[in-house]
């Protein structure tokens, strides 16, 4: 029930970083040449293990689908934010405000599984060599990325459903750079009960059980690689794994910054900072920490490299 000085709210004012109006220009080149990268960076490692035949193995085929998560999860987030800088903040309506936290959350939670299903794939690499191009066939690979993404999108529109039916009442500015769970919540004057209940039940299949299963697969897997008896074999089975494992710790480690410390202990500057890493900064890296850590994406992006330079000095010379 509304109050009798509640008025319905229509579209909510996204503040952004209207704090840094000096900064305005920096700002927005930063974030556009950043955005501009990580969408070119992630399109190669998609269209490398597409068209390499040595990296058409599962790990390379999770890592092209993590790739494209990344592209959806920054898409969602970096234009608006653009347009917040540029603006000096700026009004988005309720329905947008719910599909950008559908789409955001959606991609957030498909790139949670995806990481479980790579996590699976080194465990079967590393602790179960011979039974590895068995059970981790093609068939299993499509399988647990089809689920990723059904469940990814299914799990979040089961708690965006209900937040579709609140009502929201004033003041409507949102001190944040996008439409963010906790923050729409505070500006419903309807029973939001159902729905925190519902959001922490429905965080289990997504984030914790995906969280302490990584944990598990890496915990045998060091203890397998220090079964190893030569030092350059685990130094080999260890680099195999290092690139996950670094994605996996910037990942999880600001989604529990975030979600897990409570919120009282972060000012809003700090959750703007905190949110930009796994908006912005995460799916930039992704691709590099891949690139650079990864002997066979470097080789194949040298082969590619090498065969566009002579396909454009051969042209010349014709």
Request: proline share 4%; aromatic share 14%; net charge positive.
């Amino acid at each position: 029930m509304l109050g009798k000085n509640q008025t319905i709210v229509t579209e909510f004012l996204l503040l952004g970083f209207q704090n840094l109006h000096n900064f305005k220009i920096l700002l927005f080149t930063v974030f556009l040449v950043t955005y501009i990268l990580t969408i070119i960076c992630n399109l190669m490692i998609i269209a490398l293990v597409l068209t390499s035949h040595q990296l058409h193995s599962p790990m390379y085929f999770f890592l092209a689908h993590l790739s494209f998560s990344d592209i959806l999860l920054t898409t969602v987030i970096v234009p608006n934010v653009l347009r917040l800088i540029w603006g000096d903040g700026g009004t988005i309506s309720v329905a947008g405000c719910i599909a950008q936290l559908n789409f955001f959350a959606s991609s957030v939670a498909t790139e949670s599984l995806l990481l479980t299903a790579m996590s699976y794939d080194r465990y079967l690499a590393i602790c179960h060599p011979l039974r590895y191009t068995t059970i981790m066939n093609f068939n299993l690979c499509l399988q647990l990325v089809i689920w990723s993404w059904l469940l990814g999108f299914m799990i979040v529109l089961l708690f965006i459903l209900p937040i579709s039916q609140l009502q929201f009442c004033g003041p409507n500015v949102i001190d944040h750079i996008f439409c963010d769970f906790a923050p729409l919540l505070k500006h419903s004057c309807s029973d939001t009960s159902f729905i925190v209940i519902e959001d922490f039940v429905l965080s289990f299949p997504v984030a914790l059980f995906p969280f302490v299963f990584i944990i598990v697969t890496y915990i045998c897997i060091f203890l397998t690689i220090l079964r190893i008896p030569s030092t350059t074999g685990k130094q080999k089975a260890f680099s195999t794994c290092s690139s996950h494992l670094i994605v996996v710790c910037t990942y999880y480690g600001t989604l529990i910054i975030i979600y897990v410390v409570p919120s009282r202990e972060h000012s809003f500057a700090i959750n703007k900072v905190l949110s930009l890493l796994y908006t912005v900064v995460t799916p930039f890296f992704n691709p590099l920490i891949y690139s650079l850590r990864n002997k066979e994406i470097g080789a194949a992006l040298r082969r590619r490299f090498q065969y566009s330079t002579g396909f454009w000095h051969e042209s010349r010379r014709r």
